[in-house]
């Protein structure tokens, strides 16, 4: 099966097999809120895909993904809003919630993000220059393991500050209360179901983009960065800039995901980008195993419908299992679920080598 | 020249919180390459010791007396389960440790919204705590001091074990170079347990002395939390004398940035610093020196 998949033929069908599920049968099958429901995951598993490039092949345990995804949503937020107040208020009218703060004046940064063309180069370019920038100072100086997952970590919980500290950005409460989308009522079924073709339409170009990543001359360069990057610096290779791609690439990932997921989930504030967040989405990533290309996917889904299902029966069950799954999948499963059958094959010989014990 | 005074004073005590909360992650973190990020939690721990001790003892004072040893005992037994149960499997994966940790913080924040509800609660400070005290034109608050204090002894005693003692000479072994310790016959397991336990334990007496300042909170360590990895992270590896310098350095920082802008300023202002700081000096401000490649 999964010598199948290697192959060109397999590729194929692997794509055509998940674009019938997403565009066919989902659509098909669920109704309008479940589809929302699921617009909003797939937007988890485009992050995941980020974080499996970065940290499974990469060895980059980055635990600040939601400062670009935050990135990308309030970027994106931003044009939502001047949008909706000059189809109220003409242009340079100041959105809602300034309205209620005091604040008569549209700032200065706000303005551009009226023209829609601005607001996607920015979600383009923004969160990926800040990564390669982030990326560069840290690497360079070889700045790595654990020490650069405490300083992600520590720029997730800034971000998140720095966030609730702006009135212009909405604060605390964040940006929300969204109407029009590009010019479409966000209200109209029609216009969610094409918000989820969208998310769904991301998440497989995220993954072909990813798989491409991955079998290149660069992927493997990746691979070898993380598992011996002494040995690759001697062999002449630069290894900081190989692992600043890859962050980069997870960094746009994550910022595309965060546009998406402001129009479908309808509401951006910093308690849903700050360190808790931030770690939460390494979790589905961990236990889908983080080396594959599916199993992010597969594990940012499971958790975010587990989290879904049960946090709100059980808030205190679900934070326990929450814990326990980290420290269980981490502790004895370390390749995830994908790495079931290989674990199982071994079994008898109790050779437990994991691929990703970075 | 008072704004200077009251603002270096402030970071001092803004300092020594930083360094009690992460003095015991430097001794874990620079031994065993362990980022225990359950120490926040130790710390929450130490917190609701002291609340509970209060509810038993009645008086404020001596129940701190009394806290700040159980809490320490709380503390490191919490991390001598974590090591035996957890760690001990995981010393060569150290980015897996973070993650396991955090899920044990996890299951404990849970726990204790659990035992104590979700509110915050408060621990009320001992009489002769109360007030401040007129120090160089500015008022320092008197539970302020004491935790400088507190921060100053438990560095001191630290020191002083890990110079002095059999314990803390092998603790220094295997800290500077594991396999060589070993060779000499030192058991390493027996001193990563050791470890652990002073290690956690300082988080619990961290966590009785916070009650002075701050409600608690389940979620109390957690907040402390990031800000003492990053003194961690500037002061080097396993270095006290880092740990020191850098949570001073941290806290006047902070108090600095907190009077010429906001306080979410202020820690956008410590991160860019910090990270500004790490291209100068990327092992920290004090290093071992090993000779591994890594």
């Known amino acids: 099966m999964n010598r199948f998949l290697q192959t060109r033929a397999g590729t194929w069908t692997g794509f055509a097999a998940a674009a019938l599920v997403l565009f066919g049968l989902a659509p098909l099958l669920l109704s309008g809120f479940r589809l929302g429901l699921l617009a909003q995951f ?22 600040g993904q939601g400062v670009f995804f935050g990135m990308g949503a309030y970027l994106m937020a931003m044009h939502l809003k001047t949008a909706d107040a000059e189809f109220r208020g003409g242009p340079g009218a100041v959105p809602d919630f300034m309205e209620l703060a005091g604040i008569r004046e549209l700032p200065a940064y706000w303005a551009p993000f009226s023209s829609p063309a601005f607001t996607i180069a920015a979600i383009l370019v923004l969160p990926t220059a800040f990564a390669v920038l982030l990326g560069l100072a840290v690497f360079k100086r070889r700045v790595k393991g654990a020490y650069f997952a405490i300083l992600s970590q520590a720029l997730a919980g800034a971000f998140a500050i720095l966030l609730i500290g702006q009135q212009s950005l909405g604060g605390f409460n964040g940006l929300s209360r969204f109407r029009y989308f590009f010019g479409f009522t966000l209200a109209d079924p029609v216009n969610q179901r094409m918000l989820y073709f969208i998310a769904a339409g991301v998440l ?8 491409q990543l991955r079998r290149s001359r660069y992927g493997e360069l990746l691979v070898a960065v993380r598992d011996a990057e002494e040995r690759v610096r001697f062999l002449g290779y630069d290894a ?6 890859a962050y980069a690439v997870a960094a746009l990932f994550a910022s595309v995901a965060g546009a998406v997921f402001v129009p479908i989930v309808g509401i951006i504030s910093p308690a849903s980008i700050g360190i808790v967040p931030s770690i939460m989405f390494i979790l589905g990533v961990a236990i889908g195993g983080r080396a594959s290309l599916v199993g992010p996917v597969v594990g940012a889904l499971a958790v975010a419908w587990a989290q879904t299902a049960l946090s709100e029966q059980f808030p205190s069950a679900w934070t326990y299992a929450q814990g326990l799954l980290f420290v269980l999948v981490i502790a004895l499963l370390p390749g995830g679920i994908a790495s079931i059958a290989s674990v199982a094959r071994r079994f008898p010989t109790k050779r437990t080598q994991v691929e990703a014990a970075a | 020249m008072d704004l200077l005074v009251g603002q270096l004073l402030t970071g001092l005590s803004t300092g020594s919180i930083l360094l009690l909360a992460a003095l015991g992650l430097s001794l874990t973190f620079g031994q065993m390459g362990v980022v225990n990020m359950a120490h926040g939690e130790f710390i929450m721990a130490g917190c609701y010791t002291a609340y509970v001790v209060q509810q038993v003892v009645g008086d404020a004072g001596v129940s701190l007396l009394i806290a700040l040893p159980i809490g320490f005992l709380v503390g490191g037994a919490m991390g001598l389960v974590l090591e035996a149960l957890l760690l001990r499997r995981l010393y060569h994966r150290p980015l897996d440790t973070l993650l396991v940790t955090f899920g044990v913080g996890l299951v404990l924040q849970q726990a204790a919204r659990d035992v104590f509800g979700a509110p915050a609660v408060n621990v009320s400070v001992p009489e002769a705590l109360r007030g401040g005290v007129d120090l160089l034109g500015t008022t320092v608050p008197r539970t302020r001091l004491f935790i400088m204090a507190l921060a100053v002894l438990a560095v001191t005693a630290v020191a002083l074990v890990l110079r002095f003692t059999p314990a803390g000479r092998r603790i220094r072994a295997v800290t500077g170079n594991r396999d060589l310790a070993e060779t000499a016959g030192i058991s ?24 002075l300042i701050g409600s608690t909170s389940p979620t109390t360590g957690q907040s402390y939390l990031v800000d003492a990895f990053l003194v961690v992270v500037a002061g080097g590896l396993g270095r006290i004398k880092g740990a020191v310098v850098a949570a001073v350095a941290l806290g006047a920082l902070q108090a600095v940035f907190e009077t010429y802008s906001t306080a979410s300023l202020a820690k956008v202002g410590v991160f860019v610093v910090i990270v500004v700081f790490l ?7 004090f290093t071992l020196r090993t000779r591994s490649l890594a």
């Open chain 1, 204 to 211: 497989l170009s995220v993954v072909a983009v990813a798989l």
């Open chain 2, 188 to 211: 390493s397991r027996r001193v990563d347990a050791a470890t652990f336990f002073i290690g956690s334990g300082l988080a619990g007496v961290a966590g009785v002395a916070l009650t």
């Open chain 1, 240 to 245: 900081a800039n190989v692992k600043v791609v």
């Open chain 1, 42 to 63: 797939l937007c988890y598993a485009v992050v995941a895909v980020g974080i499996g490039l970065a940290w499974g092949r990469g060895g980059m345990l980055t635990l």
């Open chain 2, 279 to 285: 291209q100068l000096r990327p092992q920290g401000l």
